[in-house]
């Protein structure tokens, strides 16, 4: 075990930043599933299309090595404007594929962090999504018997770094249209679909998504533009809507024929962007004569590294001014 930084007069402040996980090659594919779906192996279907589908983006899934890109600059970013004694370190762990958050933290011990910020990277927070990950922090913790104050990001979706990032990928991604059409260029909104049955215990899921769409919406001004739901979970259960593909059919209807999509609730490159909306949407909008064009991911840009870096600080300025029996200390 290594000893505490305490020891040395530093304070060591570790950042957990947290992903959903995906499979790093096929054959990982049926063993990721059954941890999807807590212990459940997937029918033969699901099985049959989701390798379909991590076959046609490369036979793999990027979402670890671009967390750990993040952590990296994030880290950075900390530390570029810590206070004297303060050392930050960034970790990356999964949700539901290695390394798990559970591995993870027996590293976070042994570094000797003396308090612990964890972060989701998904911007717009929903106690049915974000609040499982922290549940996994708590039983990683409780199952190494460790005492570890622990402060919780619980949204980003409004850091003035964040939404500058879009915009940027709006204007870029825009650039790809003529000239003379780039006025008129429809741009569609989209994040994760959840269970319609977060509504009955007032989730704040989608407010939190309006409120980064109306902060981009206010500074770029668009002509025209909206929000769709993609990626509905295969269940019979009712999703949040409306959807991608109902609104590409209503559009082509009303005459759209270039629109940009703006993968708003995802910061990097994965399964539900490269296939979801690079293959499927693309295809279905091709179908319908749209052109359909989408941003670049954020990945580890440095307006991102620098949005999550403020929500650390913030978190950490929250609790600071709360005090040790505040509100923002802890989350067990």
């Known amino acids: 075990m290594h000893e505490r930084s305490a020891t040395s007069g530093e304070t060591t402040i570790g950042v957990?930043?947290?992903a959903y996980g995906g499979p790093t090659s096929l054959d990982q594919i049926p063993a990721y599933l059954a941890d999807v779906r807590e212990g459940r192996p997937p029918?033969?279907?699901?099985?049959?299309e989701m390798t379909h589908r991590y076959a046609a983006i490369g036979g793999r899934s990027p979402i670890l090595e671009l967390t750990e890109a993040q952590a990296r600059g994030i880290e950075r970013e900390l530390n570029r404007e810590a206070a004297p004694g303060v050392r930050y370190r960034a970790y990356a762990g999964m949700r539901h594929w290695h390394p798990y958050i559970r591995e993870v933290m027996p590293r976070i011990i042994e570094d000797g962090v003396d308090r612990l910020v964890a972060a989701v990277m998904a911007p717009h927070y929903s106690r049915m999504s974000v609040g499982r990950y922290m549940q996994r922090v708590d039983e990683a913790i409780s199952a190494l018997d460790a005492s570890l104050p622990v402060l919780q990001v619980e949204s980003w979706k409004d850091e003035p770094a964040f939404i500058e990032a879009?915009?940027?990928?709006?204007?870029?991604?825009?650039?790809?249209?003529?000239e003379a059409e780039r006025d008129e260029v429809y741009i569609l909104f989209t994040a994760h679909s959840l269970p319609e049955r977060i509504l009955q215990w007032n989730d704040p899921y989608p407010d939190e998504l309006k409120t980064s769409v109306e902060a981009v919406v206010k500074q770029l001004q668009p002509k025209h533009s909206s929000f769709a739901f993609q990626s509905q979970g295969a269940t019979a259960d009712p999703w949040l809507g409306p959807s991608v593909e109902e609104t590409l059919e209503k559009l082509a209807a009303?005459?759209?024929?270039?629109?940009?999509l703006v993968p708003i609730g995802f910061v990097c490159d994965h399964v539900e962007v490269l296939y979801d909306v690079d293959i499927e949407h693309r295809a279905q909008a091709e179908s319908l004569g749209?052109?359909?064009?989408?941003?670049?991911?954020?990945?580890?840009?440095?307006?991102l590294c620098r949005a999550l870096a403020d929500a650390v600080r913030?978190?950490?300025?929250?609790?600071?001014?709360?005090?040790?029996?505040?509100p923002a200390t802890t989350q067990s």
Request: no cysteine; glycine share 8%.
């Open 16 to 18: 957990l930043l947290m």
């Open 314 to 326: 913030r978190t950490l300025a929250h609790a600071a001014i709360a005090g040790p029996s505040g």
């Open 166 to 178: 879009i915009i940027q990928r709006i204007n870029q991604a825009l650039e790809r249209f003529d």
């Open 290 to 303: 749209i052109r359909l064009e989408r941003t670049a991911s954020l990945n580890d840009d440095p307006l």
């Open 254 to 260: 009303g005459g759209v024929r270039n629109l940009l």
């Open 43 to 48: 029918s033969a279907e699901l099985l049959k």
